[in-house]
């Protein structure tokens, strides 16, 4: 079987020739197989479609995707978003008293999914034409999945019998559709009676009285979650809900999510791994090609779900969404840390936010050489600050900071408004062969090269961003949350690319993330931050990976331990055996 994908956003007509037409063997021979629509771009029939590959090669813009499918695939369409897009095979299957994880790249149709389930979105079935009544739709979908779990789901759906509160993905738009302080927003949807006390389990309780339009990105996101738990329905839908968030941040919804809800139906996408296997039953991957097509496996569970994508190979579906696995063998723990020497040094320093304002008190300490150095805390306690008082972008009040090093910087925040094509800013910079193959490539900027950056997601924002900062020539790299926007397979992608780069060029990078995946794989040792959000904040020390973990999984309140097949770390379910062990012998960092 096979689809012919015309990525809108990519395909630019009026700049080029029509090559995709032009070139085409079966057009020459007087076939329509490609044809201009009525907004002058081009469409592909996929029936005439021979699938050689020629338009693919020509589309000066890489807009087009010929992509051959399994057979087994047709007639499985779930929904596809008009002629020559993108197509969803499959949907995921919620189950009352259980809460079920999707797991996918970004651009594969979890989403949409979710929005169909929650009957924000009739789906078409892959018929573009599908323009009849709703109630007609309908019919046919419940037809589709006769004798399946989905086919009374879908029934009951149809006729208006299923209440559902559903979280969107991006909660930026929140304040546009609300004008008012916490309370009244979730005073107004709360039909459970426990706003008030999940703004105390969140530690929301100050943000109460603040006006919607005043509240940060992660104060928004926990009130976007609790806004959805609040609701008297019978399915909770949950997209995404650790961006923003700091790892204690996203502990304390996850547990709120399974407290809460745990005799009730939740679907939940997530990109946090560690997150997903704490609160998930099982789960459903996506696979395919993002912008392209999206297929959703049936139920795993949690454990195996997690370790087939890690491997990158489904078994039951025989498919390989990956060319290399993720390894957890050779790297975290590190049972005994191998001095290299010390790159920098820094006095001790202390930076103050106005007369009674934040402060951060930081004692002498060193980075060494060849080292990337994890950074772990929570928001507001200070790691931005000491990064950027590091690279030179603010003055301490006290102390200084005296090394002459040159330092690349990625910020914590970055802002996409620049009018200028990505090649145009990577190419600035000095870029080797070696900045291509170890950057570039890997965390795929060819792919949008042509875009302008200001048009780009949050995910290749991030990326952009990244590759910028590591395309530059230092010999200290310093990236403030790179996972931030990051789907999973970006994170898997950027974790391989950061580690070779520190490992072949032999230079020190400092990695500020909340994702515990993320920093254990990528950390040689661990730098500990406390102290209490927005008031004061210090940094503990650089630890050994087992001592430094050990210390901050203690005041997580969690335990890790290795996955037998894989190795990966995984959290303890709060309470069981293995949790109530490795607590009593106080090693929360494996045993």
């Not at 989905?150 to 609300?178: E, H, S």
């Not at 500990?528 to 904040?537: C, K, L």
Request: charged letters at 30%; hydrophobic letters at 35%; a negative charge.
């Amino acid at each position: 079987m096979r689809i012919a994908i015309l990525k809108r956003d990519k395909c630019q007509s009026r700049k080029c020739e029509y090559e995709c037409i032009k070139y085409c063997p079966m057009v020459r021979t007087g076939v329509e197989t490609i044809i201009l629509g009525k907004d002058g771009k081009p469409v592909i029939s996929e029936d005439l479609c021979e699938g050689c590959g020629i338009c693919v090669k020509k589309c000066p813009f890489a807009a087009i995707s010929i992509i051959g499918l399994p057979e087994e695939l047709k007639g499985e369409e779930t929904h596809r978003y008009g002629e020559n897009g993108f197509v969803l095979y499959g949907m995921p299957i919620p189950k009352a008293g259980k809460i079920t994880g999707m797991l996918g790249e970004n651009g594969i149709g979890k989403s949409t999914a979710i929005k169909i389930l929650s009957g924000l979105q009739v789906p078409n079935l892959g018929k573009v034409d599908f323009e009849v009544e709703a109630k007609a739709s309908w019919n046919a979908i419940i037809k589709k999945y006769a004798g399946s779990e989905l086919q009374n789901y879908f029934d009951t759906l149809a006729k208006g019998k299923i209440k559902v509160a559903y979280k969107p993905q991006y909660i930026d738009a929140i304040p546009d559709f609300f004008d008012g302080k916490v309370h009244e927003l979730l005073e107004s949807t709360d039909e459970t009676g426990e706003a008030k006390q999940l703004l105390r389990v969140f530690e929301l309780e100050e943000a109460r009285e603040k006006d919607i339009k005043e509240l940060s990105g992660g104060e928004l996101q926990r009130v976007a979650v609790i806004g959805c738990m609040i609701r008297d329905v019978d399915f909770y839908f949950f997209d995404e809900v650790t961006p923003y968030l700091d790892i204690y941040q996203r502990m304390q919804v996850a547990k709120g999510i399974k407290d809460v809800l745990k005799d009730k139906a939740v679907v939940v996408v997530e990109h946090d791994l560690a997150i997903l296997d704490m609160l998930a039953d099982y789960v459903h991957l996506l696979y395919g090609e993002p912008g392209g097509y999206g297929v959703v496996t049936m139920p795993k569970s949690t454990n195996r779900g997690i370790n087939e994508y890690l491997s990158g190979f489904l078994h039951a579906e025989n498919v390989r969404i990956r060319d290399e696995a993720i390894g957890f063998t050779a790297h975290p723990p590190r049972e005994k840390h191998e001095a290299r020497g010390v790159f920098i040094e820094y006095d001790g320093f202390e930076k103050k936010y106005g007369g009674v304002g934040f402060v951060l008190d930081v004692k002498p300490g060193s980075i060494e050489k060849g080292e990337v150095l994890g950074t772990v805390g929570r928001n507001a306690i200070g790691k931005s600050t000491f990064v950027k008082v590091l690279v030179g972008e603010t003055e301490p009040v006290t102390g200084k900071i005296a090394f002459d090093v040159k330092a690349s910087y990625k910020p914590q925040y970055i802002k996409g408004e620049l009018d200028m094509r990505v090649k145009d800013l990577i190419y600035s910079l000095t870029i080797s062969e070696a900045d291509v193959i170890d950057v570039l490539d890997p965390l795929r900027i060819l792919e949008v090269e042509e875009r302008s950056i200001k048009e780009l997601s949050g995910g290749e924002l991030q990326n952009v961003a990244i590759a910028a900062c590591l395309c530059q020539d230092a010999s200290l790299y310093m990236l403030d949350e790179p996972s931030a926007h990051l789907d999973a397979e970006q994170k898997v992608r950027l974790i391989k690319a950061v580690r070779r780069y520190a490992e072949r060029r032999g230079v020190s990078m400092l990695i500020v993330d909340h994702d515990i995946y993320l920093i254990d794989l990528l950390s040689d040792r661990l730098m500990v931050f406390d102290g209490e959000p927005g008031v004061r904040g210090e940094i503990k020390g650089c630890f050994g990976m087992r001592e430094g973990m050990n210390l901050f999984l203690k005041d997580l309140g969690v335990t890790f331990r290795r996955d037998e097949s894989t190795l990966r770390p995984r959290i303890n379910k709060i309470g069981s055996a293995k949790d109530r062990e490795q607590k009593k012998r106080g090693k929360y960092y494996y045993l």
